[in-house]
């Protein structure tokens, strides 16, 4: 098996002597992979420590690389926790190096294997976007609670009434998406995305979802997926379809295109923030910020 650069660099690093003393802070560092996954910990910790996203608001994880810099954070992190579930693809290898040095928490380990959906039996093959079903969201985040208290035992009180309080406010937004759903159900509309970032949503809430491309943004279309989702759109008389914020819309352009050269005009609405969150203090630069407002959006595009 061919190894990149980066993970050469990364094994000098944590195999070599490992640094003793880290900079010294007033705060314990925990280094979180994601946009999404750093608001959730941030909830969990409160002031007790500082909380970074490693890739910033924006980028896409299936796409990710680390470089030589995210390397330094991830090693001078006092904790690392990542998402896991192969979310951030090209990072796996790494995190396999980093459990040897390194105190590291796995978001989505504790995920019961009958609730994972996927796309074929390799391991690859699982969905990693459970942040969709708020209810396997706020599984996830009582794991990450769980092993935060066994690492630092003196935050149990503070991360139960967080988590606590966190927890209630998911709860309610598990409630008002399901309300929001029901009546886009029986308006006989479904949901289309440039990729496969919903199928969770549409499990959880029983609402229709086709994405364009696979679970990775890495997969490419084809014509046949083209014309098949071109015709179940015009079939069913969808209102609308949706760019997404990480991916190139080019492709569900091609959708929109070929519904209006069937004489079906039809909305490219969004775009929506599937796997990351919009910029700091923006209505969707938070977890529950960012699925209200795609609920919005979409509510809004495919409601008669």
């Known amino acids: ?61 299936h796409l990710y690389k680390a470089s030589v810099r995210d390397l330094d954070l991830l090693q001078e992190a006092d904790m690392v926790i990542y998402h896991g579930l192969f979310l951030e693809g090209k990072m796996t290898e790494i995190f396999e190096k980093l459990a040897y040095s390194q105190n590291l928490i796995n978001a989505a380990e504790e995920i019961p294997q009958d609730l994972l959906l996927r796309s074929g039996p390799e391991a690859h093959s699982v969905d990693p976007h459970i942040w969709f079903d708020v209810k396997l969201w706020k599984l996830a985040l009582t794991h990450v609670s769980k092993e935060l208290a066994l690492w630092q035992p003196t935050w149990k009180d503070a991360l139960a009434e967080n988590t606590s309080s966190y927890l209630n406010q998911l709860e309610q937004l598990d409630q ?85 050269n069937q004489g079906h005009n039809i909305t490219l609405a969004g775009p929506l923030f599937t796997d990351s969150l919009d910029a700091p203090d923006t209505p969707a630069g938070t977890y529950i910020g960012m699925v209200e407002t795609n609920l919005n959006t979409i509510f809004k595009s495919l409601k008669p």
């Open 1 to 61: 098996m061919k190894i990149s650069s980066l993970l050469l660099l990364l094994c000098l690093a944590f195999f070599s002597c490992k640094r003793e003393n880290k900079t010294q802070r007033s705060k314990p560092l925990i280094v979180a992979t994601t946009s999404i996954l750093a608001d959730g910990v941030r909830n969990l910790v409160g002031d007790k420590a500082d909380v970074k996203a490693l890739m910033p608001a924006g980028v896409d994880p």
């Open 176 to 260: 008002e998406i399901q309300t929001r759903v029901d009546e886009l159900r029986q308006a006989n509309q479904a949901l289309i995305t440039a990729h496969d970032a919903f199928a969770y949503f549409g499990e959880s809430y029983n609402f229709e979802v086709k994405g364009l491309q696979g679970l990775s943004t890495l997969s490419e279309p084809g014509l046949r997926d083209l014309t098949g989702l071109i015709t179940f759109i015009v079939d069913r008389n969808i209102h609308a379809v949706f760019a997404e914020q990480t991916i190139s819309p080019k492709a569900i352009e091609a959708v929109v295109a070929g519904c209006e």
